[in-house]
C-alpha cells in the first residue's frame, strides 16, 4: 500500500478520533465518520483522502475500547497508521476490522513529515519513506493475523470461510 501522510503528534485518544458527543448518538459509521478528528482539528478531516496513512508518535487510541474509532478511521480511507505505540486495545480492534496498524522507529516517525510519501508491505515488514528515501523493517504480522487483514477483519474472514483462521477442527 501507498499514501500520502497526515501527521499527528503522541497521545491521540479515541475521543479526539470521534468525539463522544456523536458515537453516543449514532452508531452509522458513514454518520460518524463525517466528524472524525473534529475535536483535534476541524480542518483535519479535508486533509484524508482514500490512500491516506496515518503517521503519529506514542500512546495512538487510548481511551474507549469500542471499534468506533478505528472502524471510522478506515471508513474515510486511511489505509493503514504507523505509530510510534498503540494503546492495547486500539490495536486489536484495529486488527479486528481490517485496518492495518504498524508501530515503527521513532527515528523514522520524527523523519517524517505531512505530505510525505510512505509505502507499506505489510508481508514482507518494510516500510519507507518514498518522499524521503527511508526505509526500515518491522515485525511482520503472523500468518492468521495476514489473512485475517487481507479479508478485511475478521468478521469478514469468518463471513468468507465459516472459522477462524486458527480453528483447526
Do not use: C
Not at 53 to 73: L, M
Not at 113 to 129: A, C, F, Q, T
Amino acid at each position: 500500500m501507498r499514501g500520502k501522510v497526515v501527521k499527528l503528534g503522541d497521545h491521540v485518544n479515541t475521543d479526539f478520533v470521534i468525539s463522544g458527543k456523536y458515537k453516543f448518538k449514532t452508531q452509522d459509521i458513514k454518520e460518524l465518520s463525517k466528524h472524525i478528528f473534529e475535536d483535534l482539528d476541524p480542518t483535519l478531516s479535508q486533509k484524508i483522502t482514500v490512500g491516506t496513512i496515518i503517521v503519529a508518535g506514542k500512546n495512538f487510541g487510548y481511551g474507549s475500547s469500542r471499534e468506533h474509532a478505528p472502524r471510522v478511521i478506515k471508513e474515510v480511507g486511511v489505509s493503514a497508521i504507523v505509530a510510534k505505540s498503540f494503546a492495547r486495545i486500539f490495536f486489536r480492534n484495529a486488527i479486528n476490522i481490517g485496518l492495518p496498524v504498524i508501530v515503527a522507529s521513532e527515528s523514522f516517525i520524527d523523519s517524517t513529515d505531512e505530505g510525505d510519501k510512505v509505502s507499506l508491505d505489510l508481508e514482507k515488514g518494510i516500510i519507507r519513506n518514498e518522499t524521503k528515501n527511508m526505509e526500515e523493517n518491522f515485525k511482520p504480522y503472523p500468518s492468521f493475523i495476514s489473512v485475517v487483514m487481507r479479508e478485511g477483519g475478521i468478521v469478514s474472514y469468518f463471513r468468507k470461510y465459516g472459522a477462524f483462521p486458527w480453528d483447526t477442527r
